[in-house]
């Protein structure tokens, strides 16, 4: 089905020495998205496909004859989720965006249930679900894991689509996704996302989810960001760095209170101490990067609050009821972002076009 397999043309060695950005293409077949491993793999029009896609299948779904027919359309693959990080909202989140689809899921949640406990590598591990699955959605500590499996499983006998669900420090790409799509919805009579300005809030320099989104809102002209943290937290060099060769606009602060009534989006994140080394996270002060009821008040009228989650005590749960609070609905937008990300990987998004207009007409 697939006769392009860029990752077969290239050595480990030589992939490695790529940047995001140049190894985007190497995960592509026939012009579309196959492998999905990082946020750099993404241009514009495939974010506005996807979240078409996402927008027809929440409407489809929403009728007996229409949850029947998203179930009749890959009822004949079966996906792996291979998760050895904690996870909840993204491991439920595919494993709802497979059932939507009728693609029978199956799962290992940590190494003590598979044969790593004999000795065999992560890498055999995978290669054995190569050969049960048609896909593998992996969630691992390790950076560049995935990016590892996709080169091993191309260059086998048996290449099936690999799908990051967040690896180490660096990458989230589906997270993401469902970011921009939450922002697109929140902003549709507002013009889009282009134009806005967004702040990024709390534990950024080891937050998969801000360095995953940062890069995609850097396809959308007129876009400020903002990096609110403590220096001990704040964005790394990488991003900044990117930022300044593409021209996009920035701003480093410490000052959560000054840029609350300026921006149009805040994206709160939870300090990440699962990375610490001895508990450094514990001495530093991050209280003054709470947004708390009283922000309410500053807050523009139309801004909307986000947050990937879990979260602690870096969004107060008074503010929940407010309608600027849009991070539940972030979560259930995640099922159908993912749904349509599985559909445009197998090529079947050709399909909910057709009965979207059906539908419509």
């Given at each position: ?179 921009i799509y939450t922002l697109?919805?929140s902003f549709e009579n ?172």
């Open positions: 089905m697939y006769r392009d397999n860029p990752l077969k043309k290239i050595s480990w060695q030589d992939f490695q020495r790529l940047t995001p950005k140049e190894k985007g293409p190497y995960f592509l077949r026939e012009q579309r998205s196959y492998h999905v491993l990082t946020s750099q793999q993404f241009n514009r029009p495939m974010l506005e496909r996807i979240c078409d896609l996402a927008t027809k299948i929440r409407l489809i779904g929403k009728t007996k004859g229409g949850i029947h027919f998203l179930q009749s359309l890959l009822s004949e693959k079966r996906a792996m989720l291979y998760f050895v990080q904690p996870s909840t909202r993204t491991f439920l989140s595919f494993y709802a965006a497979c059932q939507i689809l009728g693609i029978e899921p199956a799962e290992v949640r940590g190494t003590n249930t598979s044969s790593e406990v004999k000795g065999e590598s992560p890498e055999d591990t995978v290669r054995t679900f190569s050969s049960y699955f048609d896909m593998i959605i992996i969630r691992h500590p390790v950076g560049g894991f995935a990016e590892r499996i996709a080169w091993l499983l191309s260059n086998s006998n048996r290449p099936v689509p690999v799908v990051n669900a967040g690896s180490g420090k660096d990458q989230h790409p589906t997270q993401a996704l469902l970011d697109q919805r507002r013009g889009g996302i282009e134009g806005k300005k967004i702040a990024f809030v709390g534990d950024l320099a080891r937050g998969r989810t801000v360095r995953s989104l940062a890069t995609l809102l850097m396809l959308y002209p007129g876009v400020k960001q903002y990096f609110v943290a403590p220096k001990e937290l704040q964005i790394e060099e990488d991003i900044v760095s990117a930022f300044e060769k593409s021209g996009t606009e920035f701003e480093i602060c410490n000052e959560f209170e000054r840029i609350i009534p300026e921006v149009d989006a805040i994206y709160m994140t939870r300090i990440q101490d699962e990375w610490d080394t001895a508990h450094e996270s514990r001495l530093i002060d991050t209280s003054r990067y709470h947004f708390t009821a009283k922000h309410l008040k500053i807050l523009k009228p139309d801004a909307v609050l986000l947050h990937p989650l879990p979260r602690r005590k870096e969004i107060a749960a008074e503010v929940d009821s407010d309608p600027r609070a849009v991070y539940w609905r972030q979560v259930r937008n995640g099922m159908w972002v993912r749904s349509a990300l599985i559909l445009t990987i197998f090529d079947r998004g050709g399909e909910i076009d057709r009965y979207h207009e059906d539908l419509i007409s």
